[in-house]
């Protein structure tokens, strides 16, 4: 049986994908190239906002399409949407044999079989391991905890995902090791909220604690934080950060807003002037740390002051990205039965008016950069070859490409890089306002502590699969 994953919404989905396409590859079944070659099309849907569920719902009915006419014979839903919307999608989209909420997909390979679509064959792969499908296998994402225990008032992420727990230490550490056999040089640590690791546990370790054994015990050479409050940022953690260089010096910071009205309205954590104070204390603690974060406008009561005082604070605050999103309800959110009283046209206008600030922002940001030496790691060679340097997070903050012909070769460099290799580029010039062009300094060798086989921790052979957020 071929089959055939869509992955719609944030990273932590995709670890969830490449889970089910271990569990069906166990079951002998074959991942297909694309939706029209499959017999079984899983759409991994997201419901964060109403974006976000027209895409899930557009992708849907598109595989729909290939069940009518091409050799689709099943198609199942699951993940973040499906779990809020079950009843409503059974009804309306009859065509889809099995839904599946957050909760539930453990029961997916079970479903398929109960169908015949599946061979009888022994497992092949014990289910805590993840098979990757991309281009990119040097770049993966580890997801540490599910769920969250934040209030805030228009998200909906702990009606679909629930309240948050953290995943074994022990269980992590094993699943980085594994990714490393399978090519991981970059691991993008995700969360709802990275900072809360370790607190349901109560066992006196936390996100430091995990980091530390993740170096130790893995040769992995490039460890980066998304999605952290700041709060959870310790002193204690932004020491790890300054003093060990495999941990990436960026930070996916979500703030939402800088009016203090409006946050407190949102429920969130903090305030403008704590916002501020830590900022500087980050910059402060961890020289040359790149800062995204990602802001709502449009939120019920925002009035033109507010979101003056966002700009403001965009300004001032000089962050290095800034994702923006107009404000949308969210039914069973605090929020939603608040009067949703900013006009579309009104959120849209804010919209652009961030994106233009921040724009001028990173382009400052980024041309104070030029002429320096920067540690970068190559994704493409196939053509002009990109890289990532450490501001530049996988398939949100842009790319740097390296000028001098394909594989960026120069006497000084030596050999051509490949993809996975961790490089010092000069930063030449800024492109397309979020890009840089590069010439290519040297390949440097890799930054693996020592050889997996002299790491503590045994890599198993077979093993329970854990939690996993199930």
Not at 371 to 388: C, H, K, N
């Amino acid at each position: 049986m071929r089959f055939h994953v869509i992955t719609l919404g944030c990273d932590k989905n995709t670890v969830d994908s490449e889970r089910y396409i271990a569990e069906l590859a166990a079951q002998g079944a074959q991942p297909a190239a694309s939706a029209a070659d499959a017999e079984l099309i899983i759409i991994n849907t997201c419901g964060f906002i109403d974006a976000a569920k027209e895409e899930s719902l557009e992708a849907i009915i598109e595989a729909t399409r290939q069940k009518a006419d091409g050799s689709c014979r099943m198609i199942a839903a699951v993940g973040c949407m499906v779990e809020r919307h079950a009843t409503e999608l059974r009804e309306s989209l009859p065509e889809v044999d099995l839904f599946l909420g957050t909760r539930e997909t453990d029961r997916l390979v079970a479903e398929v079989g109960a169908r015949g679509l599946l061979d009888d064959a022994p497992a092949l792969v014990h289910p805590g391991v993840r098979l990757y499908t991309g281009d990119l296998p040097h770049v993966r994402y580890l997801k540490i905890s599910e769920g969250c225990d934040h209030g805030c008032a228009f998200c909906a992420i702990p009606l679909m995902r629930g309240r948050h727990r953290s995943f074994g230490l022990d269980e992590l550490v094993r699943e980085a090791q594994l990714l490393e056999l399978q090519g991981a040089r970059e691991v993008n640590l995700v969360a709802q909220d990275l900072a809360h690791y370790g607190r349901d546990a109560r066992d006196g370790r936390g996100l430091p604690d995990l980091l530390t054994a993740l170096i130790e015990e893995t040769g992995i050479p490039w460890f980066r934080l998304l999605y952290i409050y700041s709060a959870g940022l310790t002193p204690r953690m932004l020491e790890l950060m300054a003093r060990e260089p495999r941990i990436v010096r960026y930070l996916d910071i979500p703030m939402q807003h800088a009016s203090d009205a409006v946050l407190a309205r949102m429920r969130r954590p903090e305030r403008r002037e704590r916002q501020r104070e830590k900022l500087a204390a980050i910059r402060e603690a961890i020289p040359g740390v790149s800062i995204r974060t990602t802001v709502i406008v449009g939120f019920p009561g925002e009035t033109e002051d507010d979101f003056q005082q966002l700009l403001d604070f965009l300004e001032e605050g000089h962050l290095d990205r800034v994702g923006v999103f107009p404000y949308s309800p969210q039914e069973g959110t605090r929020a939603y039965v608040l009067p949703d009283d900013v006009p579309d046209e009104v959120k849209r206008e804010r919209v652009e008016r961030v994106t233009e600030l921040q724009r001028a922002v990173t382009a400052e940001r980024y041309e104070a950069r030029l002429g320096t030496i920067v540690t970068a790691i190559v994704d493409r060679t196939d053509g002009p070859t990109q890289v990532r340097t450490q501001g530049q997070a996988d398939d949100i903050d842009g790319v740097t490409w390296l000028v001098g012909g394909p594989g960026g070769r120069t006497a000084e460099a030596g050999a051509s890089p490949v993809a996975g290799d961790l490089v010092d580029v000069r930063l030449d010039a800024v492109v397309n306002d979020c890009d840089f062009e590069a010439t290519l300094v040297r390949r440097l060798t890799s930054t693996a502590a020592r050889p997996i086989a002299a790491r503590r921790r045994g890599l198993p052979v077979v093993s329970p699969a854990g939690a996993f957020g199930r």
